[in-house]
């Protein structure tokens, strides 16, 4: 009998370590990387009832999912790379050459960039209406060739809520589907799904990851025809999804009640203050008692999270920067959901709206993190100090 050849050493090291051992079971799923997913056999190569490439999720992306359809009230939940790519990948998934989309005006401004910029390119009529319209309104502002309703509630930077389960009523009698961003409520403080939209997006990059150190985004729906189309929109643009990512959500998912409730009490504590104070005309955030869309929130929502907008008296541009240049715990920076506190002002993003905002005078965003709200209230006493020094020089 010929001896058994023994591999090469270069051999031996590829396939050393490669063999599936048993997991210790932890409290959550091991991330398990891979692109190349080695098939049992020949038959099931291409066998697509399995996972056959790593892109399409392995496990720990099927964990997340499943988490998230538990939180959205979902059958199937679609992960993507960034809260964008989530939006985007849904429309492109519903709409083709001659659909037109409704969107509302108050949409965060990438998704705007998105439609404007790509969407039009490819022969698809993008419509805008104005936040303060009634549900009758939106559905008499888009035309016989309507396919998709866009919403925001609230919308970016001035939160408007819009009655979601009014417009998908009357969408759905015309054959319209729905979409909304519910990143603001991340997934838990309101469910569109349940209140009859068909599609539910959210950046979890915000609230659910929690740390502003991730990019990530998901799309959920009830129906499997819907479900089924953003496979597609998976598969056929290339998106894929980090593992590692993926676990970064997931862990985030498990303490976002405890987070956002603590973001929501310092918030509140906030906005009461600002209310307050000389230099500001209003602050805009839908739980507060005198919010124009304080009663849709009530309804619809379960509770609050850390972002508003505060709007001053009429002042220059020079006055706000000097107010941003002078805090020091709230960092000037874009997104928003993480822990720490955060301010921007509007900047340009108000003018590219078709419908007046009929604000008194500029508007600073504001994220409430988790820091002492007693701290930030000083730091925010700095900055309107400082604005009333630069009002006084200009």
């Known amino acids: 009998m010929a001896e058994k050849r023994q591999d090469a050493e270069a051999t031996r090291l590829i396939r050393a370590g490669a063999k599936p051992r048993a997991l210790a079971r932890t409290v959550g799923p091991p991330i398990q ?18 996972v056959t490439y790593g892109r399409g999720g392995l496990g720990m992306h ?6 998230l359809c538990e939180l959205e009230g979902a059958t199937g939940v679609r992960l993507f790379p960034s809260g964008l790519a989530a939006v985007t990948a849904a429309a492109m998934a519903v709409l083709r050459a001659g659909d037109e989309v409704l969107v509302t005006d108050t949409a ?52 408007e809520i819009q009655d979601l389960p009014a417009i998908a009523v009357l969408a759905r009698a015309r054959e319209v589907l729905t979409l909304v961003d519910n990143t603001w409520a991340a997934g838990l403080l309101c469910k569109p799904l349940a209140l009859g939209v068909d599609i539910s997006v959210q950046a979890l990059t915000k609230y659910v990851t929690g740390h502003s150190d991730v990019f990530l985004g998901s799309a959920a729906a009830k129906d499997a025809r819907l479900t089924h189309a953003l496979d597609e929109a998976v598969w056929n643009f290339g998106w894929s999804v980090s593992p590692d990512d993926v676990y970064q959500g997931l862990r985030g998912l498990r303490t976002l009640p405890t987070r ?31 919010s124009p869309d304080h009663r849709l929130w009530k309804r ?35 997104s928003w959901g993480g822990f720490e506190s955060l301010a921007i002002s509007s900047g340009d993003q108000l003018t590219h709206r ?3 905002s009929g604000l008194a005078g500029p508007l600073m965003r504001l994220h409430i993190g988790l820091e002492d709200p007693a701290d930030l209230i000083a730091d925010l006493r700095r900055g309107l100090d400082a604005l009333r020094d630069a009002q006084a020089r200009d």
């Open 354 to 356: 078709r419908f007046p």
């Open 62 to 67: 099927e964990a997340l999912a499943e988490a």
């Open 260 to 290: 956002l409730a603590r973001h929501a009490e310092n918030a509140r504590v906030v906005a009461n203050w600002l209310m307050q104070q000389p230099e500001v005309a209003d602050v805009l955030y839908p739980p507060l008692p005198h």
């Open 300 to 334: 619809d929502f379960t509770g609050a999270n850390g972002l508003l907008s505060v709007v001053f008296h009429p002042t220059s541009s020079t006055s706000i920067d000097a107010m941003l240049d002078t805090l020091s715990l709230f960092g000037l920076g874009f």
């Open 33 to 50: 990387r891979g692109s190349t997913v080695l098939m049992p056999d020949a038959a099931s190569l291409y066998n697509h009832d399995h």
């Open 108 to 159: 965060y401004a990438p998704t705007r960039r998105f439609f404007d910029k790509v969407l039009t390119r490819f022969g698809v009529k993008v419509t805008y209406y104005s936040p303060r319209s009634t549900p009758e309104q939106v559905l008499a502002a888009g035309g016989p060739a309507l396919r998709l309703i866009v919403m925001e509630s609230p919308g970016s930077l001035t939160y």
